[in-house]
């Protein structure tokens, strides 16, 4: 039997904030966030079914992959007033990572 939160191999997917790895010297807890990309001009594209992250220090380069691939599908337009918006699965915002941010790191 597994406590709250544990859950055996090959069990069901994971629940919000449900642990993972039974077994592994450290047990994660994973997460659902939505990484909803805003621009300036009122457009957007949301992110309806989520990513799921082991730890929360990812969610800075989960947030570049997502911006990465939203650019690369629409080259020559004019991301300076896009941004990442990143919430929790409770609606909760976590984290907002400008475009010109992500384009500055790379």
Known sequence: MTGLGLTRFRSA???????????????????????????????????????WVGRPRMLGSQADRVAWALMEGAPGTDWSGWWVDVHDARGRRVLVRAFADVCAGR
């Open 13 to 51: 997917p994971k629940r919000r904030g449900e642990r993972c790895g039974h077994g592994a010297k450290s047990a994660v807890t994973v997460q659902r966030y939505h990484f909803h990309c805003v621009g300036g001009g009122g457009d957007a594209a949301f992110d309806l079914s989520g990513r």
